[in-house]
T-cell receptor, first 115, second 115 residues
């Protein structure tokens, strides 16, 4: 199976620190999508971003930015000036090979932002 | 009201009991999914359905069954619950969209404890 690896399991930072969440994926596809989802303490999963493999430009949305590098099969997520509300579990995901819509998720990274 | 509604939100049951988790959606999406979340394991796909007449096994379907009663309803059953089925269960939906590009909309989750 083509995996999604989130090697970090737990990260703890102090508010206002920058933090990067790593995601490494395996793929034999030439075209694919990558996703990040957030699971706050309330439990629901919230979509953050979808990136097409054709587009290697970094994405920035407010304090969030994503660095996609096909050469290293990585799709890392950086939170700038972290806030307590950023505390959550973050999942990287990609569709299974040849499988429309069926996402394979990484194991998730638990981020704790302390005041 | 939530786009994807799961009931019950919490359930404690005993080994051997039959349990049904229900999911309904107002997104108008054709595709529905059941995932299971365990600590440290991320989300794993149990079953998915691309339309009312289509039911497919995911990576961990043993011990589970599903029913797609209508476009908007997809239920997950545990015929004889066992303790290692204790987990957080998520229903999700997506539209058809481009191959592999579908964003999942998740329900709030159903926490099941099997004693």
């Amino acid at each position: 199976a083509q995996k999604v690896t989130q090697a970090q399991t737990e990260i703890s930072v102090v508010e206002k620190e920058d933090v990067t969440l790593d995601c490494v994926y395996e793929t034999r596809d030439t075209t694919y999508y990558l996703f990040w989802y957030k699971q706050p303490p309330s439990g629901e999963l919230v979509f953050l971003i979808r990136r097409n493999s054709f587009d290697e430009q970094n994405e920035i949305s407010g304090r969030y930015s994503w660095n996609f590098q096909k050469s290293t099969s990585s799709f890392n997520f950086t939170i700038t000036a972290s806030q307590v509300v950023d505390s959550a579990v973050y999942f990287c995901a990609r569709p299974r090979p040849g499988a429309n819509s069926k996402l394979t998720f990484g194991k998730g990274i638990t981020l704790s932002v302390r005041p | 009201d939530a786009d994807v509604t799961q009931t019950p939100r919490n359930r404690i049951t005993k080994t051997g009991k039959r349990i049904m988790l229900e999911c309904s959606q107002t997104k108008g999406h054709d595709r529905m999914y059941w995932y299971r979340q365990d600590p440290g394991l991320g989300l794993r796909l149990i079953y998915y359905s691309f339309d009312v007449k289509d039911i497919n096994k995911g990576e961990i379907s043993d011990g589970y069954s599903v029913s797609r009663q209508a476009q908007a309803k997809f239920s997950l059953s545990l015929e004889s619950a066992i303790p290692n089925q204790t987990a957080l269960y998520f229903c999700a939906t997506s539209d058809r969209g481009a191959r592999g590009a579908n964003v999942l909309t998740f329900g709030a989750g159903s926490r099941l404890t099997v004693l």
